[in-house]
């Protein structure tokens, strides 16, 4: 049983969400009083937008009894769909359960604040609101639902439908791109030198991980340079690749079956690779490592707690084989052109040409 839940979440981080909703549900009609395969169960459904069907079992999660770790989520989860729901008495009444279990997780009231407004308690609720953002401007709990809190805090007068916009209906695109990686991220990169990573777009979606340890330079140099790329927008917050899932229905015309960049997925290869990397292509390997350290310092949140799907003894392993024996690397700064250079994305400004 353990095994096949553990496939299952394997799954649910390489991005194969439907894959990984039907196996929960196989799991769970074989062991229905288990909370924590309703809990898995009704996340499955929540990151795939489908909110309706996620919610009984969250109740149900709920009700057998969930560790405190998944309870805390569920609770969160839960009164976030009662609201965009309407139903938004069962939410005030949730999260008022949630702050007497939880008492020192200041998330809690945001939410419950969220709530009030849409009662007409306005005036409690803004305290609520003003007073825990203020308090807790650098707590990891609120941290981790920062775009639900964010999202939902500016269309608290919304429906549902005005909240979550999904793109379901939009026709997949069947046939896979022929261009190359190395095609795509010339492409995508051409005037990167303008603007560095404080600027808007990026290359057209690939599984770039998958291409670290490619036998072909070219297309090794083209993925690592697209990733470092990502990383270095999420750095100067002028993109985010990288969205835990449950906060990817708040994007706007979300379409829950199109790709998405799962993080874990990068972090497996940056482990397995890294060596060869650091070899091969030692600027952005040490730009890598620069704002994998940075990102999540400056968040203040672990990243296997703001991305609850990654693998967290995964992500320890890449604290501990990658980026702290590395990190004497960045006592020593390395000007931005040379990172062109060693990507192959052309320069702009003249000081960015080598002699």
């Known amino acids: 049983m353990e095994n096949t839940k553990d496939l299952a979440l394997q799954l649910r981080r390489q991005g194969q969400l439907q894959e990984s909703k039907q196996m929960f549900l196989t799991l769970l009609s074989n062991d229905q009083l288990n909370p924590s395969l309703h809990y898995e169960c009704a996340r499955s459904f929540d990151i795939l937008a489908e909110e309706t069907e996620a919610m009984p079992f969250y109740e149900k999660a709920i009700e057998l009894g969930l560790p405190d770790e998944e309870l805390e ?16 008495l069962e939410a005030k ?3 008022q359960e949630a702050m007497r279990k939880f008492p020192k997780k200041e998330q809690m009231t945001i939410f419950y604040a969220m709530a009030l407004y849409n009662l007409g308690e306005h005036a409690e609720a803004m305290g609520f609101l003003i007073d825990n953002i203020a308090y807790t ?9 920062y775009r639900t809190i964010t999202y939902l805090g500016n269309r608290l007068d919304s429906s549902s439908d005005q909240i979550i916009t999904l793109s379901k209906n939009q026709a997949l695109q069947t046939e ?6 190395v095609e795509k991220v010339t492409e995508g990169l051409k005037n990167f030198g303008l603007g560095g990573f404080h600027t808007g777009g990026g290359c057209e979606y690939d599984e770039y991980f998958n291409y670290f340890n490619d036998r072909d330079l070219e297309t090794r140099r083209g993925a690592l340079a697209a990733f470092t790329v990502m990383l270095g927008k999420w750095h ?5 690749t990288f969205i835990p899932q449950h906060g990817r229905k708040y994007l706007g015309r979300y379409n829950p079956n199109e790709p998405f960049h799962e993080l874990n997925n990068y972090i497996e290869a940056i482990i397995a690779h890294h060596h060869q990397i650091k070899q091969d292509f030692p600027v952005m390997f ?4 620069d704002f994998l ?3 999540e310092k400056e968040r203040k949140v672990p990243y296997e707690k703001w991305f609850p799907e990654l693998d967290a003894q995964l992500v320890q392993r890449l604290r501990d084989e990658v980026l702290l024996p590395n990190k004497s690397l960045l006592e020593f700064p390395t000007e931005f052109k040379y990172f062109l250079r060693e990507s192959g994305i052309p320069p702009f400004f003249e000081s960015d040409f080598f002699e």
């Not at 989520?73 to 938004?88: M, P, Q």
């Not at 100067?236 to 985010?240: K, L, Y």
């Open 286 to 289: 040490k730009y890598i490592i």
């Open 73 to 88: 989520d569920a609770f969160v989860k839960l009164g976030s769909i009662y609201r965009t729901h309407e139903r938004f």
């Open 137 to 145: 401007s650098t707590n990891q709990d609120i941290l981790k639902y």
């Open 176 to 181: 896979p791109s022929t261009n190359s990686i």
């Open 93 to 95: 009444k949730l999260y």
């Open 236 to 240: 100067a917050r002028s993109g985010f």
């Open 293 to 295: 350290i940075s990102i």
